[in-house]
Structure formats: C-alpha cells, structure tokens
C-alpha cells in the first residue's frame, strides 16, 4: 500500500511526463513543417521517451495499491523562431523536470517510502541524461548559427536517432 501523500505526487508527475510527450508532439510538428526530418524524428524518439517514463509510474503506482488518477494536460505551445530556440525551450523543460523529479524524491522522503525512494533513482539517472542530450544539441546549433549546410548535416545526424525502450526498474 502507499500513503496517500506519494500517490498523489505520483499521479501529478504521470501528468508532468505526459504534458512532456505533448510538448514534444508539438516540436515534432514544427520541424515537420520546416521540412526538418531529422529534428522531427529525434521528438519522435522523445515523445516515445515521455510516453514510457509516464507508463512507467502508472505502473509502479498500480504494483504499489495505488490509484491512477489521470489529471488534465495543458496545452503545449506550437510555435519556436527557430531550432535553436525550440531545443532551448526542450533544455530549460528537463531542467524543470529534473526539479519536479527531486521534488518527488522529497516527498518519498518525508512519508519514508523507500520502495519509492529506490523506484525513483532510475528517473533521476535519466533526468541527467536527457538534459546532457539537450544542452549537446543547443551548444551545436548556437556553433552553426545561420549555416545552412550546417543545419542540415544536424539534421542528418538527429535523423538516426531510434528508441530503444527503457528498463525502468
Ligand atoms: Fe521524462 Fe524528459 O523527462
């Protein structure tokens, strides 16, 4: 059983991890408008990425007794001036994300659920990941400035991106 404290922490960042697919649904129309098909993919890889983080506490949350209450989502924003712009929004997101995270763990803390406290140590893990992904590609965009080719060759690159599902555990 869990107390009622952690499920609603819980249940509250099952929707932070959705409004994250979202938001990244979102990118993956913007690039696909730009003509971008690689940045495109890379969201998509994203969006997939959020999709199992949220599964994954749905799941711990049902394992443990709990409750599923899924929350509303807000409407992401739509529109970036440019890559670079768009992957800084992406960046400043994870740097929220990895505080609500810690915020998690806070509550884990305070109600002494250690079976939480271990679950969450693969989100935190992860958060460190997901923001060096991010800061990587925007040191690289502010690099290329208004460089076409450039652009493209990271495009290229972002193109390769494949997911690979999560052992979240
Ligand atoms: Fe679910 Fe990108 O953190």
């Given amino acids: 059983m869990i107390s009622e404290k952690m499920e609603a922490a819980i249940n509250k960042q099952i929707k932070d991890e959705m409004y ?95 079976a939480a406290i271990s679950f969450l140590q693969w989100y935190i893990k992860e958060q460190v990941e997901e923001e060096a992904n991010c800061s990587e590609i925007c040191a690289k965009l502010k690099l290329i400035g208004s460089d076409a080719n450039a652009l493209l060759l990271i495009d290229q690159e972002l193109g390769a991106r494949t997911y690979v599902a999560p052992v979240i555990a």
């Fill in 20 to 114: 994250s697919s979202n938001l990244y649904l979102s990118m993956v129309a913007y690039f696909e408008n730009l003509g971008l098909k690689g940045f495109a993919n890379w969201m998509r890889v994203q969006v997939q990425e959020e999709n199992a983080h949220a599964m994954g506490l749905f799941d711990y949350l049902i394992s443990r007794d709990g409750r599923v209450v899924l929350e509303t989502i807000d409407k992401p924003p739509f529109e970036w001036s440019s890559p670079l712009e768009c992957f800084e929004a992406v960046y400043r997101h994870e740097q929220l994300v990895t505080s609500l995270i810690n915020e998690l763990v806070d509550v884990a803390e305070e109600v002494k659920d250690r």
